[in-house]
């Protein structure tokens, strides 16, 4: 009888974990769903702003963007920056008391408030490395409400979160398992996680339940048979690998601090760095008539359907206004800009290729940048391909993605996310110690890669 009434007991605390975990699960996907309302708004309501008056912004953006560094700084201390370096530091920081902090509701909320007003104001930036961040956060929170005591169980909630805010945001339910797998995990008990199956499984139910069962990019039917075609292959690779790693090794040896006077105007005054950053993404955009503002979404979409037919500059201010959004150091996701910039690229790139089809390079364009800035060739190739609904292009995207990832390699030896996670962990090291909970055995971060 002794045995039996402690099986139930057992039976019971296990059930009501699960729950828990489903239900933080689900709101993961409510919170996407919200925070992407959010977005879409903000840019709608800068798009009326721009056609009241374009020179609006000259003051609109840098105004958003110091407003926004400030808050980071005095009220939302590790909303900076994408959100996913910070979800991979938190799986590496034997300080759960940091975790508590950098993955706490106040920060997630933060994070969806600044990323928004960024949007707003026209920086480049996306929604999507935030919702990873957004998406740890709740699921942390769970674990702490559940009280649970063993290190596997509560980092097992934080990678299921990070996947599951991928899942939500793009509505790409098996590019967050792999996005879990390929970046954010680093052993094989958390690569096998049910957890995280069924976080991505019911945070990705939740959104399709409320916006509906719709391709990012919407569907295309576009193929590249084999034979001459494939010259778009080592093409779009090659140069996207190339544009994809220089700008990693950017934004790397920015994270590291600017050269010069610049650098120390940037650390000395953050927040009027943050302006001066803002008037320079206003001046480009009011030179490309506004295409650099945002997430870049609506052009990427136009030129995937091939709606439009966007310059060479296209591509190439997006790539600079990007660059900026970042330096400037406020919240905000690098996912939608570098899918942007790679369909720009593509679609700049098939006007040579006559002999492939146009929506097919683009798509090779798009996965190629992608995954040369993220060096995740698998996440690249899946995402792109869930995201415009096609799976008669996926040898292509395999191996157009694997050989820009090659190439951002010998460019950037570093992958982007790991060394952005180290600066950040370099960062918390330097600053004053916090309370130290019971440490966790935690992997090197050169096991990232």
């Known amino acids: 009888m002794r045995h039996l009434r402690r099986s139930a007991r057992i039976t019971t605390e296990q059930w009501r974990r699960k729950l828990a975990c489903w239900a933080a699960a689900i709101m993961v996907g409510v919170v996407a769903v919200g925070f992407a309302m959010a977005a ?17 912004m000259l003051v609109m953006t840098p105004g958003g963007l110091a407003l926004s560094s400030w808050l980071t700084r005095t009220w939302f201390r590790g909303a900076q920056g994408s959100g996913i370096p910070q979800t991979i530091a938190t799986l590496h920081i034997e300080n759960f008391a940091i975790i508590d902090r950098l993955l706490s509701l106040r920060v997630a909320g933060g994070k969806i408030v600044l990323t928004t007003l960024g949007l707003l104001a026209g920086a480049s930036i996306g929604r ?19 009280n649970l005591s063993t290190v596997g169980m509560r980092r097992g909630l934080i990678l299921a979160g990070g996947a599951s805010g991928v899942s939500a945001a793009f509505n790409t339910p098996l590019a967050g398992i792999v996005f879990a797998i390929e970046e954010l995990s680093h052993s094989f008990e958390q690569r096998t996680s049910g957890t995280m199956l069924t976080g991505v499984i019911l945070s990705g139910v939740t959104a399709i339940a409320l916006v509906g069962n719709y391709s990012y990019f919407g569907h295309t039917d576009v193929v590249v048979p084999i034979g001459i075609s494939w010259i778009a292959v080592p093409t779009c690779g090659i140069l996207g690998g190339i544009g994809g790693g220089v700008f990693s090794a950017i934004l790397i040896r920015a994270t590291r601090g600017l050269p010069g006077g610049l650098g120390r105007f940037a650390k000395g005054r953050p927040v009027a760095f943050a302006a001066a950053c803002g008037l320079a993404l206003a001046v480009i955009g009011i030179a490309s008539d506004g295409i650099t503002y945002g997430t870049g979404y609506i052009q990427a979409h136009e030129i995937i359907e091939g709606k439009t037919h966007y310059p060479a500059s ?11 959004s970042y330096c400037s150091g406020i919240p905000g996701g690098l996912f939608a800009p570098s899918l942007a910039i790679g369909a720009g ?6 006007q040579f290729l006559p002999h492939t089809t146009p929506g097919a ?7 190629a940048y992608f995954s040369a800035v993220v060096q995740s060739p698998l996440t690249a190739s899946v995402i792109v391909m869930e995201m415009c609904d096609n799976q008669q292009v996926t040898l292509a995207l395999l191996a157009t993605s694997f050989l820009a990832y090659g190439v951002s ?14 600066a950040f962990l370099d960062g918390m090291a330097s600053r004053p ?17």
């Open 40 to 56: 879409d708004a903000a840019a709608t309501l800068r798009t009326h702003i721009i056609h009241i008056n374009p020179w609006i």
């Open 128 to 146: 999507e490395g935030p919702s990873v961040q957004v998406g740890a956060a709740i699921m942390h929170a769970c674990g702490r409400w559940l």
């Open 314 to 324: 296209f591509f190439i201010l997006k790539f600079v206004a990007t660059i900026i």
């Open 345 to 350: 690229f593509g679609g700049w790139v098939a």
């Open 361 to 367: 390079v683009v798509l090779l364009g798009t996965v």
């Open 409 to 422: 390699r010998m460019i950037c030896s570093q992958p982007l996310y790991a060394a952005l996670a180290e």
């Open 433 to 449: 110690p916090v309370a130290k909970r019971p440490p966790p055995e935690a992997p090197p971060l050169t096991a990232v890669r």
